[in-house]
C-alpha cells in the first residue's frame, strides 16, 4: 500500500542544499540556460509537492547526459522522489542502483545502498536482496557510523529470508560482543529464529533471558505473547495460560488476549475430563 509522505521543513532544507549543489555544478560546467532553467523548475515543483512534475524534470536532465557529479545527485533525489513520495519502488532502485555501478565518490554509494537496504527490507520484502545489501554495509572498510544497525538488518534479513543458520550465526555474533548496539535485542530475534524452526526449547530459553533484560516495555509485551504461544506448542498450557493473563492489560489487542485465554481455558478444561 502506498503511504501519503508529506514533505518536513528538515527535508525541504536538505533538498534545497543538494539542488543549489547541483545547480552549482551546472553552471561551473557551463550548461546552457536551459538545463539551469530546469534545475531551478525541479526544485520549484519539489517544495509546491508537486513530485510527478519534479521527476519528469529530472528525467529529462539525466537524458542530456550530464557530469557524474551532477548525475549521480539526480540520481539520488529521483531515487528519494519515488519512493519517499510517489511510492514507486521499483523506479527508486533503479536510481540507487545507478548511483551505486557508476559513482565515483564512495559516500554517494554507501548513501544509495543504505537507502536501497530499506526499500527492500521495509517495502518490496525482498529479504534476500537486503540481506546483500546490509552485509556488504556491515563489511564496509572503514567501519561505518552504523555497523551496528546494519548487522542487525543482516540477520533479521537472513532470518525472514528463512535462512536460519546464516541468521542465527549473525545474531550469535552480536550477542557476544557486549558493547554491540543491539546486545540485547539480538537475543529476540535469536528465539524467534528457534521459534520459526520450532526449536521450542531454544525459543524459550533466549526470550526469558531477553524478557529479563529489555528495558521497552512494549518489546518485553511482544515477547511475552511469543512465549506464550511457544508454550501452547509445547502443550503446557497452564504457563501459557499465565503469559496471557499477565499481559491481558497491556497487549495493543486485549481481544487475542482474551480469545487466547478462552481457548486455552476450554482445552483445560477437556483434559480433566
Known amino acids: 500500500m502506498k503511504k501519503n509522505y508529506r514533505l518536513n521543513k528538515t527535508s ?7 539542488c543549489i549543489a547541483i545547480l552549482g ?3 561551473g560546467c557551463d550548461f546552457s540556460a536551459r538545463i539551469n532553467k530546469e534545475i531551478i523548475l525541479a526544485q520549484t515543483a519539489f517544495n509546491n509537492q508537486n513530485y510527478k512534475r519534479a521527476a519528469f524534470i529530472y528525467e529529462q536532465i539525466l537524458k542530456r547526459n550530464p557530469p557524474i557529479q551532477v548525475k549521480t545527485k539526480i540520481h539520488y533525489q529521483l531515487g528519494d522522489l519515488y519512493s519517499l513520495h510517489l511510492g514507486l519502488w521499483d523506479k527508486s532502485i533503479v536510481h540507487f542502483k545507478e548511483i551505486i555501478a557508476k559513482a565515483n565518490i564512495p559516500l554517494w554509494k554507501v548513501k544509495a545502498e543504505e537507502k536501497l537496504g530499506e526499500i527492500y527490507f521495509s517495502h518490496t520484502k525482498d529479504f534476500n536482496a537486503s540481506a546483500e545489501i546490509y552485509r556488504e554495509l556491515s563489511e564496509f572498510v572503514p567501519k561505518l557510523m552504523g555497523q551496528d544497525f546494519y548487522e542487525l538488518r543482516l540477520g533479521v534479513s537472513l532470518l525472514y529470508a528463512n535462512k536460519f543458520t546464516r541468521s542465527e550465526s549473525v545474531f550469535n555474533n552480536i550477542r557476544s560482543n557486549v558493547g554491540h548496539t543491539y546486545y540485547i ?9 528457534y521459534f520459526h524452526q520450532k526449536l521450542w526449547k531454544g525459543a524459550i530459553v533466549e526470550w526469558k533471558t531477553y524478557i529479563i533484560e529489555e528495558k521497552r516495555s512494549d518489546y518485553v509485551v511482544q515477547t511475552k505473547f511469543l512465549l506464550a504461544n511457544t508454550y501452547e506448542s509445547t502443550e503446557d498450557l497452564k504457563k501459557a495460560y499465565n503469559i496471557y493473563y499477565n499481559i491481558l492489560n497491556e497487549y495493543p489487542n486485549p481481544q487475542v488476549i482474551k480469545n ?13 475430563r
Open 12 to 18: 525541504g532544507n536538505i533538498y534545497k542544499v543538494i
Open 25 to 27: 555544478l551546472v553552471l
Open 185 to 193: 535485542r539480538s537475543k529476540y530475534f535469536l528465539g524467534l529464529n
Open 260 to 272: 487466547r485465554l478462552k481457548s486455552l481455558y476450554s482445552r483445560r478444561v477437556a483434559r480433566k
